[in-house]
């Protein structure tokens, strides 16, 4: 992840925050679980249904908001342990990248050959970032 990403994760959730905003002021309740109880008081069935429709809207919504808020606050964490993690995998499988430290007895061949991968793997995960990214969000 970088810096644009933690963006997108702050536009996200105040995307999901507004949403339940509406919800909350449309229905004057405070939480989905209030909207059953306005559902039995409506008259007609299809009324009944978007009641009930938008209250498991509202929970995925709530569940989502969750899970972004914790990589929000984690966020630092998270990236540091996914680059010393891919960075500590390629030195424990083909050892140091800087020639420097490579010793005697090192395939030079080998260790090319692993830096190449390492980077070919990060540039595939930005690749893939980048188009998750620009995938637009669907409420189910």
Not at 61 to 67: G, N, Q, T
Not at 87 to 95: E, S
Not at 128 to 133: I, K, N, Q, V
């Amino acid at each position: 992840m970088d810096v644009s990403e933690h963006g997108d994760l702050l536009t996200l959730e105040a995307n999901l925050q507004t949403q339940i905003e509406t919800w909350q002021a449309e229905y004057d309740v405070d939480s989905p679980t209030d909207l059953p109880t306005q559902a039995a008081k409506t008259e007609t069935a299809d009324e009944t249904r978007s009641i009930l429709q938008t209250a498991r809207e509202w929970e995925l919504v709530a569940y989502r908001l969750d899970i972004v808020d914790d990589a929000i606050e984690n966020y630092a964490t998270y990236t540091r342990a996914a680059a010393m993690s891919t960075a500590q995998t390629v030195t424990d499988r083909f050892g140091p990248e800087d020639p420097d430290e490579w010793g005697p007895g090192v395939d030079v061949d080998k260790q090319i050959t692993a830096t190449k991968r390492h980077y070919s793997l990060t540039n595939r995960r930005r690749s893939w970032s980048t188009y998750a990214r620009s995938q637009p969000f669907v409420s189910t």
